[in-house]
């Protein structure tokens, strides 16, 4: 099985969240595609990072009031090594974490 035989199956569309979006609006996002991470873009078109159910537990974990965090604070960086714009490192995920 090939990469592509995958994408095949997931089909094209690609799931997107602006920077300004809540926790909150990512968890809705999530669920209602059924996936786990979204595309993180401050415009519609550049990536500025991945935002994963991962992400969002460590945010949790981490705050209370995570819930009104703004995506921007808990993806990961497209350009900067993997880090998050809060500082806390990571890897890079899937657009579906899912095994």
């Not at 991962?54 to 990961?76: E, F, T």
Request: glycine content about 12%; proline content about 1%; overall charge negative.
């Amino acid at each position: 099985m090939r990469v592509a035989d995958i994408l095949h199956g997931k089909g094209a569309t690609v799931q997107t969240v602006s920077q300004d979006a809540t926790v909150r609006d990512v968890l809705a996002l999530l669920a209602e595609h059924n996936i786990g991470a979204l595309v993180v873009t401050a415009d519609g078109q550049a990536v500025a990072g991945i935002v994963s159910e991962r992400d969002i537990v460590r945010c949790l974990h981490q705050s209370a009031d995570a819930l009104r965090h703004r995506a921007g604070v808990v993806h990961h960086d497209s350009g900067r090594g993997n880090q998050r714009a809060d500082g806390v490192g990571g890897r890079a995920h899937a657009a579906d974490d899912r095994p």
